[in-house]
């Protein structure tokens, strides 16, 4: 089944300790990004990678990193974690040369 | 990419056709205009796109307007599983850069 999954799906930290969330699709597609979804805020852009080794920042990329080593990872990597970045975030994957994104379930995170 | 204005929610009798507006005033002519939804809490769903002719699929119709400075989403006949947030977003396309995909319109289908 073509997906794209995300892990943790929930996850509760504390102020700096380093965490990952791993995102992984099956489609073979070159453009992954990942979302922070805020009340009041909409979905907003972190980071978004056109292939392996290309990464760009989207509109709140401070506090976060990423990684294209593969075509199917792009995992977020958070180094030093802090309250305001509790948020749901989404990972999508789209083919090159299309718009349609796929998204996967989401993970809840809190950091206290 | 510009940016676009949507109410911030509407309601909707079940089986009734839904309009959702979209205002895309500073529209560039290589830019598109793309619908997702999201229900729930889930990830966004793919709706629809366009470019100036009036599109339809089996989910929805897009209706665009000549000067394209706005556009609409209509759903035929609005069931309950309908309700949802609705984005309407416009980007140049295939350029593999930023989505931006503001805050939407909230749709209630009321019974």
């Known amino acids: 089944e073509a997906q794209v999954t995300q892990n943790p799906r929930y996850l509760i930290t504390v102020t700096g300790k380093k965490l990952t969330v791993t995102c992984s699709q099956n489609?073979?597609?070159?453009?992954m990004s990942w979302y922070r979804q805020d009340p009041g805020l909409g979905l907003r852009q972190i980071y978004y990678s056109m292939n392996v080794e290309v990464t760009d920042k989207g509109d709140v990329p401070e506090g976060y990193k990423v990684s294209r080593k593969e075509k199917r990872n792009f995992p977020l990597i958070l180094e030093s974690p802090s309250p305001n970045q509790t948020s749901l975030y989404f990972c999508?994957?789209?083919?090159?040369?299309?718009?349609?994104?796929?998204f996967g379930p989401g993970t809840r995170l809190t950091v206290l | 990419d510009a940016k676009t204005t949507q109410p911030t929610s509407m309601d909707c009798a079940e089986g009734r056709a839904a309009n959702l507006p979209c205002n895309h005033s500073?529209?560039?002519?290589?830019?598109?205009v793309y619908w997702y939804r999201q229900i729930h809490s889930q990830g966004p769903q793919y709706i629809i796109h366009?470019?100036?002719n009036n599109e339809t699929n089996e989910m929805a119709s897009l209706i665009i307007t000549e000067d394209r400075k706005s556009s609409t989403l209509i759903l035929p006949h609005a069931t309950l599983r309908d309700t949802a947030v609705y984005y309407c977003?416009?980007?140049?396309?295939?350029?593999?850069?930023?989505?931006?995909f503001g805050t939407g319109t909230s749709l209630t289908v009321i019974p």
């Open positions: 977003i416009v980007r140049v396309a295939h350029t593999g850069n930023q989505f931006y």
């Open positions: 366009g470019l100036k």
């Open positions: 999508a994957s789209s083919l090159e040369g299309t718009d349609t994104q796929y």
């Open positions: 489609m073979n597609h070159e453009y």
């Open positions: 500073t529209i560039s002519g290589n830019e598109y």
